[in-house]
């Protein structure tokens, strides 16, 4: 028996959702779908509970030592709470490879968890839509999704001022590294986790950490050279450098198609180990209340590896709701959610509830949403409620209106009522 008194937090790192937060959700998920769907994509899912192993391979040491919520089942089976999908995704695409028609085009909204400390921007159990294309080894793939990307952006009515899409390739710090630099191995792996957090790094202690790793002056002037580059520095590498390019050829094509909002940066990395050319991240460049990046994605050509399958090139992103939440907030763009409820029916006598059911029934036939008042109370009780939980319509039914087969439609906007036969309260209602 339990004799301490429990706690009414949720666990740390996870939110309680009261209704009118899911509807706030629902209509950032809402747009991610039907964008979505507009585009082709098809939606999927895969289980919540995978095989830990599935994120040690390929997903990288930070995510896969730090952050996985994993445990041993009764089997025996050590086993992780999904913190991510596209491993998932790599492992029901080898799966049916060779039955899928290609290209793939495929989006999930779906709930995740990471052992992460929690913060503004960062919770331990979030849900993120994945939207990925398969099979297109050309930067065709990452213009469309870049196109999908825009069009969810000018449906949330963002402003074109607020946001920035920041783009780099993976090939470029490659060239980097080996070229310019020529390093490999530990050295090369810590100058990456380096650059993944410059952002948030000041840049003394930025160049202190590039000094600590054991990069020499000069190595260290490159680095910081390189982390200033702009897409037109490219052009003196692009023979020499297949990230170049990439980089090269996909701005060429998004300007062509008038593509807004988007920007090369060198320091954009990703730290998610199976990531293998273009790596995107789109912020929030209209305030500072948002540090963190809205989403984040890229190509991943090689993934399809650890099943035994032969490469299958893969460009997809990881859309979170916490960060685009706390962004739509920001700048007041979510819209006045306060119920799904269409219509609110009163009873005044308990001798008209067959009465209320048929009219309830006869709205919800119709499409709408409509909830009843199950015991009987005064008017003004009733018309509270309604206007306390946003519901616009009213229908009030009394002896009255019984005797005259009708029934009274209150605007609780408006204030103004109607009469009206059971028949015409939908047109009345739109």
Same mark, same amino acid.
């Given at each position: 028996?339990?004799k301490?008194?429990?706690?009414?937090?949720?666990?740390?790192?996870?939110?309680?959702?009261?209704?009118?937060?899911?509807?706030?959700?629902?209509?950032?998920?809402?747009?991610?779908?039907?964008?979505?769907?507009?585009?082709?994509?098809?939606?999927y899912?895969?289980?919540?509970?995978?095989?830990?192993?599935?994120?040690?391979?390929?997903?990288?040491?930070?995510?896969?030592?730090?952050?996985?919520?994993?445990?041993?089942d009764?089997?025996?089976?050590?086993?992780?709470?999904?913190?991510?999908?596209?491993?998932?995704?790599?492992?029901?695409?080898?799966?049916?490879?060779?039955?899928?028609?290609?290209?793939?085009?495929?989006?999930?909204?779906?709930?995740?968890?990471?052992?992460?400390?929690?913060?503004?921007?960062?919770?331990?159990?979030?849900?993120?839509?994945?939207?990925?294309?398969?099979?297109?080894?050309?930067?065709?793939?990452?213009?469309?999704?870049?196109?999908?990307?825009?069009?969810?952006?000018?449906?949330?009515? @963002? $402003?074109?001022?607020?946001?920035? %899409? *920041?783009?780099?390739?993976?090939?470029?710090?490659? #060239? +980097?590294?080996?070229?310019? &630099?020529?390093i490999?191995?530990?050295?090369?792996?810590?100058? @990456? $986790?380096?650059?993944?957090?410059? %952002? *948030?790094?000041?840049?003394?202690?930025?160049?202190? #950490? +590039?000094?600590?790793?054991? &990069?020499?002056?000069?190595?260290?002037?490159?680095v910081?050279?390189?982390?200033?580059?702009?897409?037109?520095?490219?052009?003196?590498?692009?023979?020499?450098?297949?990230?170049?390019?990439?980089?090269?050829?996909?701005?060429?094509?998004?300007?062509?198609?008038?593509?807004?909002?988007?920007?090369?940066?060198?320091?954009?990395?990703?730290?998610?180990?199976?990531?293998?050319?273009?790596?995107?991240?789109?912020?929030?460049?209209?305030?500072?209340?948002?540090?963190?990046?809205?989403?984040?994605?890229?190509?991943?050509?090689?993934?399809?590896?650890?099943?035994?399958?032969?490469?299958?090139?893969?460009?997809?992103?990881?859309?979170?709701?916490?960060?685009?939440?706390d962004?739509?907030?920001?700048?007041?763009?979510?819209?006045?959610?306060?119920?799904?409820?269409?219509v609110?029916?009163?009873?005044?006598?308990?001798?008209?509830?067959?009465?209320?059911?048929?009219?309830?029934?006869y709205?919800?036939?119709?499409?709408?949403?409509?909830?009843?008042?199950?015991?009987?109370?005064?008017?003004?009780?009733?018309l509270q409620?309604?206007?306390?939980?946003?519901?616009?319509?009213?229908?009030?039914?009394?002896?009255?209106?019984?005797?005259?087969?009708?029934?009274?439609?209150?605007?609780?906007?408006?204030?103004?009522?109607?009469?009206?036969?059971?028949?015409?309260?939908?047109?009345?209602?739109?």
């Open positions: 028996m339990i301490t008194k429990l706690s009414t937090q949720p666990y740390k790192g996870t939110i309680d959702m009261y209704p009118e937060d899911v509807l706030q959700k629902n209509y950032l998920f809402d747009v991610w779908k039907r964008v979505a769907k507009s585009f082709g994509y098809e939606e899912d895969t289980p919540i509970l995978e095989e830990a192993d599935l994120y040690r391979v390929k997903s990288g040491d930070e995510l896969a030592n730090n952050q996985l919520f994993n445990f041993v009764k089997g025996g089976r050590e086993v992780s709470l999904r913190p991510e999908m596209t491993p998932s995704l790599a492992r029901i695409i080898a799966a049916k490879k060779y039955s899928l028609i290609l290209p793939i085009r495929w989006f999930n909204i779906g709930r995740f968890y990471r052992y992460e400390k929690p913060q503004k921007g960062r919770t331990r159990e979030f849900v993120q839509l994945n939207i990925d294309i398969l099979g297109v080894s050309s930067i065709e793939a990452e213009v469309e999704i870049i196109q999908f990307v825009m069009k969810v952006m000018q449906e949330l009515k @963002a $402003k074109e001022g607020t946001y920035e %899409l *920041k783009i780099n390739n993976r090939y470029l710090f490659d #060239y +980097l590294v080996k070229d310019l &630099l020529k490999e191995g530990e050295l090369k792996d810590k100058l @990456a $986790k380096a650059i993944d957090n410059y %952002l *948030k790094m000041e840049k003394s202690t930025f160049n202190e #950490y +590039l000094k600590e790793i054991g &990069l020499s002056d000069s190595q260290r002037d490159t910081l050279e390189y982390l200033n580059w702009e897409i037109k520095d490219l052009v003196n590498i692009k023979d020499t450098s297949r990230g170049a390019q990439e980089l090269l050829a996909l701005f060429d094509r998004l300007e062509e198609l008038g593509v807004k909002n988007v920007r090369f940066c060198p320091y954009i990395m990703r730290g998610l180990a199976y990531y293998t050319g273009t790596v995107v991240e789109m912020y929030d460049i209209g305030s500072k209340e948002n540090p963190r990046a809205l989403f984040g994605g890229g190509r991943y050509d090689d993934l399809l590896e650890i099943f035994g399958q032969e490469k299958l090139p893969a460009f997809g992103l990881g859309w979170g709701d916490v960060t685009t939440l962004y739509l907030r920001t700048y007041n763009l979510l819209p006045e959610l306060t119920t799904d409820v269409d609110f029916v009163t009873l005044m006598d308990e001798s008209f509830s067959s009465d209320i059911s048929d009219i309830a029934n709205l919800r036939e119709n499409g709408l949403n409509v909830q009843v008042q199950l015991t009987s109370t005064k008017l003004g009780k009733q409620y309604a206007d306390k939980k946003g519901i616009k319509w009213v229908v009030i039914v009394g002896e009255e209106e019984i005797k005259e087969g009708i029934v009274q439609l209150k605007d609780m906007n408006t204030k103004q009522s109607y009469k009206l036969k059971k028949e015409e309260l939908i047109d009345r209602i739109g």
